[in-house]
């Protein structure tokens, strides 16, 4: 019974297909060609705007957009690029300063130096000259006192003795034999005395 | 089946014979059409060099059709960007919206789909005519086949170029149904299975959902970029 049922709408299809589709509310609505003018219509219609203003109004904008930005990104790019290289080159010249002042300060320090050495040298000269001629001073006056100092020795000792005798002896003797006298003890002990 | 029912809204207008009364379906392709003008107006109006979010939405959808229609049919395909753009998103918006609740989803349609791919395989077929006058039919000889086979081949190529809308129509209608009605059957077992059962279908519909929203997308994606083959037949005669 099924079965034919079945059959039967099955041939039937072909000669009323709207009246099947309409009666078989069960079914898939898909098939209902009830609203399929009013389907199309509206797509044609509502399809139709969309494209139009899309194409016409909001596409070209949006592609206007993106090529701005592109070229206004090239652009900075550009502009970064160029001021790369002026600062890489500004900072060239800036080594090149800074080796210059190194090298000018080196040359300031090495001068000055030399200047200082130099003036030390020279008045070290100066005052190691000075020295020298104060110790050669000095020697001249010693050995001047040297040289005469045995004869003051011996002249005291002349006068010493002589009144040493007159003391003790009452008796007035000759200055010239006393210094004979010491003259010759001066030779026999002098190295004992002034340690020649 | 409900969900795929059309019906009326307002009054019927009848133009003729014809009945073009706005209905649910109307409804949604209105919507879907004036979402997409609303977020690309505000995507296109203002251009600052840091694009904000609803303008980067645009951009990148505008590039990314660009580039799928450069990479499939060459730069000569560049006249047809607007139309394919929104063929693509008009599916796309139909089918998305779809995946709102209570929604109505245009494209679960064959009438629907059908009169797109139509269009399609029609508006192909005159560009192929016109680049390359008669030669367009070189697209049905093959290069390169032996003489013996070469009818049985012509013949096949002719069906399968005559077979394009159809094919095409079907995919995303089919997908699209398939996916709803898949939705429901698992959301009617969870009902049927009350609190103790109804956990396990649950989360598949949960599961489902993502995958539809997959297939939305996708399904939008292949139906434009099915036409962007064709185009490329079209306008690069490559057999």
């Known amino acids: ?196 | 089946m409900t969900q795929f029912e059309v019906y009326r809204i307002g009054p019927e207008i009848k133009v003729g014979a014809f009945d073009i009364s706005f209905t649910n379906a109307s409804l949604f392709m209105v919507i879907s059409s004036l979402a997409i003008l609303i977020i690309f107006n505000l995507g296109s109006k203002k251009n600052s060099i840091l694009p904000n979010k609803i303008q980067l939405l645009a951009e990148l959808s505008y590039s990314f059709v660009s580039k799928m229609i450069s990479d499939t049919a060459g730069s000569k395909a560049k006249p047809y960007f607007s139309f394919i753009f929104s063929l693509f998103m008009f599916v796309l918006f139909c089918n998305m919206f779809g995946m709102i609740p209570y929604t109505f989803t245009v494209t679960s349609h064959i009438i629907v789909t059908f009169i797109l791919a139509a269009f399609i395989f029609i508006g192909v077929t005159v560009v192929g005519f016109i680049k390359h006058g008669f030669g367009y039919l070189k697209l049905f000889v093959p290069s390169g086949v032996p003489i013996i086979l070469l009818p049985l081949i012509v013949v096949i190529e002719i069906i399968s170029y005559l077979s394009r809308p159809i094919s095409l129509s079907v995919r995303l209608f089919a997908n699209m149904m398939a996916g709803h009605t898949m939705m429901k059957v698992f959301g009617s077992f969870v009902v049927s299975l009350g609190i103790v059962g109804g956990w396990l279908p649950l989360s598949f519909s949960v599961a489902l959902t993502g995958l539809e929203i997959l297939v939305a997308f996708l399904q939008a994606y292949v139906f434009a970029i099915l036409t962007c083959i064709y185009l490329n037949d079209a306008l690069n005669l490559h057999h």
């Open chain 1, 1 to 196: 019974m099924f079965k034919k049922i079945f059959l039967y709408s099955l041939i039937t299809n072909f000669f009323f297909t709207k009246k099947i589709f309409a009666a078989e509310s069960g079914g898939m609505p898909q098939l209902d060609p009830e609203f399929w003018i009013s389907q199309i219509f509206w797509l044609v219609l509502t399809f139709g705007v969309l494209y139009i203003v899309l194409s016409k109004l909001i596409l070209p904008k949006i592609s206007a957009n993106l090529e701005l930005r592109k070229s206004q990104i090239q652009e900075n790019i550009e502009a970064a690029e160029k001021q790369r290289e002026s600062s890489e080159a500004k900072l060239k010249e800036f080594d090149g300063i800074i080796l210059k002042s190194k090298i000018e300060a080196k040359n300031i320090f090495k001068d000055a130096r030399e200047k200082v050495i130099k003036n030390i040298n020279s008045k070290k000269e100066i005052l190691d000259k000075q020295i020298d001629d104060e110790i050669k001073k000095a020697e001249i006056e010693i050995d001047t006192l040297k040289q005469s100092a045995p004869e003051k020795i011996n002249k005291i000792a002349v006068v010493t003795s002589a009144e040493i005798l007159k003391k003790l002896i009452g008796a007035e003797v000759n200055n010239s034999s006393i210094s004979a006298i010491v003259d010759d003890l001066v030779k026999k002990n002098g190295d004992r005395y002034y340690g020649h």
